[in-house]
């Protein structure tokens, strides 16, 4: 789902019983414990049959099944940003991992994108992570 406010992503967290991931969450989602630039390793020969930075749409989930990361999450990389937990600033929240958009190093940590919790665009949403148990 895009055009979401951080509002909106977190208010259907919560009623899923889920959380938006904190950006060490994302991270380790998208890349595991490697120390490769991209969810699929190093080969950036294949980016565009691995994700989506096409500049045109977003494309369906698991299109892009040989970019999943080590853990099998799909779409780390380029698609739509997405929405992290917690304030990343002044006012700000921080969506990550690039869109259809964007140039391809947007997926990497120093380009964080920080918008106002209300804004929304068609390049913006979200996933959710599973919270563990609490005693």
Known sequence: MTGVTWYEAQAYARWAGKALPTLAQWWRAAL????QPYPWGGDHTTLDARSNFSMTATSD????ASGASP????????NVREWLAGPA???????????????????????????????????????????????
Do not use: C
């Open 71 to 78: 853990f099998g999450a799909f779409d780390m990389a380029g």
């Open 89 to 135: 600033g002044a006012d700000r929240y921080a969506a990550v991992g690039g869109s259809w958009q964007d140039p391809t190093y947007m997926f990497y940590t120093p380009n964080i994108e920080r918008f106002a919790p209300g804004y929304a665009n068609e390049a913006i949403g979200f996933r959710l992570v599973k919270q563990p148990p609490t005693e």
């Open 32 to 35: 595991g414990d490697t120390d």
């Open 61 to 64: 989930v698991r299109v892009h």
